[in-house]
């Protein structure tokens, strides 16, 4: 049997969104090249901001100085982000490309996230800083210098680094690695912005950095809780890491998907929750909101269509997805082949809800369940949902 879904209550948090202003839709052109299907009603429950390169993204961007604090018509807080692949904030940081897809501007500083290409031999001096930090490696294989330790991630791994942790890393291998960063609490993405230079997109040439970049660097390192001069013996104690290689974590399956946990709360102080989220055809959550968290999901492999307040959006790989608390939203693979993305919430809480309601899986060669999720599973979804600030909206199509 399937389970009922409660009617919403009066001042659903969906209704309490539907203040804000439309926004211009990105030009079509550009809404088509990434795939995305442009066009919405002038008034959305949640209004989805593109981000392409250029010229919107270095509005909402520029907010991220501590200079500029004026309050906008629409709270940036109150949108669904999405960001193409090539879209964001593009900046030259030591001679190397970054792309920002979100900082704390849009995430009430609970964290910031950046994809980032770094030549072989070349990669981050030593340094520390206060706030948590991980790296998602895309491409290449990178070598970590933590603490008193040396950790080799290659593409598919992750390493989580604490806050206080001095730590550097540098590429090896004969190609560039490309990686994301997701910080906890964002900061950095102020440093960066305001101490790199911004670019207009990523075709280069990134020029090594010039005396005076360097200089403003050094100069505003301080500013943001960014220590360039670790003692030595910052590099003699026992790191507080977490690292996971390619294919390592613990598995479950939920959802009609299958979720390796990369960080969880515990690993993260509660800061975040991060894991690799397989999708195959059909798979997805069903509509929800979540209260507590910022979500965020980055498409790996494949395609995957979100859906917020009935607007919907392709994402095909190197498609940034950003989802404020209180937005209905959900995602499903419509293709016939499978999906794979990143996906986190800051802080940590909505992991726990899987775990609780998913199956551990321990046989990783194993095929998953197909979807759609058992009407147990489903159940048990329900039911748990409230207690972490959890609501399902509708079970339609499960
Ligand atoms: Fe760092």
Redesign the pocket.
Known sequence: MRPEVRERAPGHPEEALQVGEPIDPAPQSLARDAGILAGYPARLGATISHSPPGAAEEESLTLLSKRDTKERAVPENDRIRIVPESGGRWISWLGRPIRYMAGGEQTVGTYGFCWGRVPPGLG?PP???A?L?GFYVLKGEINFTAGNRVVTIPQGGFLA?GGGTA???NVVGSGDAEFL?L?APAG?DRYQAEAGRPVADGSGPFDPPTPEDLARMRSLARTYG?ELDSPEDAFRVEPEILARQPCEGPMIAASGDLYTFLAEGEDTGGRYALWDAVVPPGGGPPPHIQTREHEGFYVLEGELTFRAAGEEVVAGPGTFVGVPPGVAHSFRNETDRPARQLIWVAPAGLEKLIRETGRVVTDRSAPPPPPPPAPDELERLLAAAPRYGVEILSLEGR
Do not use: G, Q
């Open positions: 981050a340094h520390r800083h706030f930090e680094i730590h550097a890393f960063t910080v950095f960014y």
